[in-house]
């Protein structure tokens, strides 16, 4: 199911601790096309795919990188789970239709 607001809120198994403050939750906004151009010049950079996503993420939850690399993996699963449900399932669909087949 798509996520038909404009964000999504996600309240974490573990908080993270961060410049002395206690983050439990993250507000995800929905990705906007800048999003795809900034991850496309990243991937250009030699960014890993995972720090990719997590700065994308942290760029989408209005948070620091540094907070998302101290999220347990339970909660970064969260975030991935978000930002997929952003999307409807034909767009999805449509986007494995133009993955090369191996």
């Known amino acids: ?34 999003d795809e151009i ?12 995972q720090e990719v996503q997590t700065q994308m993420f942290a760029d989408m939850c209005g948070v620091e990188f540094e907070v998302l690399c101290k999220t347990d993996l339970t909660d970064q699963q969260k975030l991935v789970e978000a930002y997929e449900a952003f999307f409807p399932k034909q767009v999805k669909d449509a986007a494995a239709s133009q993955t090369p087949q191996a």
Do not use: C, Y
């Not at 900034?38 to 795919?49: F, H, N």
């Open 38 to 49: 900034r991850k496309a010049q990243r991937i250009k950079s030699g960014l890993t795919d």
């Open 1 to 34: 199911m798509a996520i038909k607001n404009l964000n999504a809120v996600l309240k974490l198994d573990f908080p993270v601790d961060h410049n002395g403050s206690t983050i439990s939750e993250l507000t995800m906004r929905r990705p906007i096309t800048n």
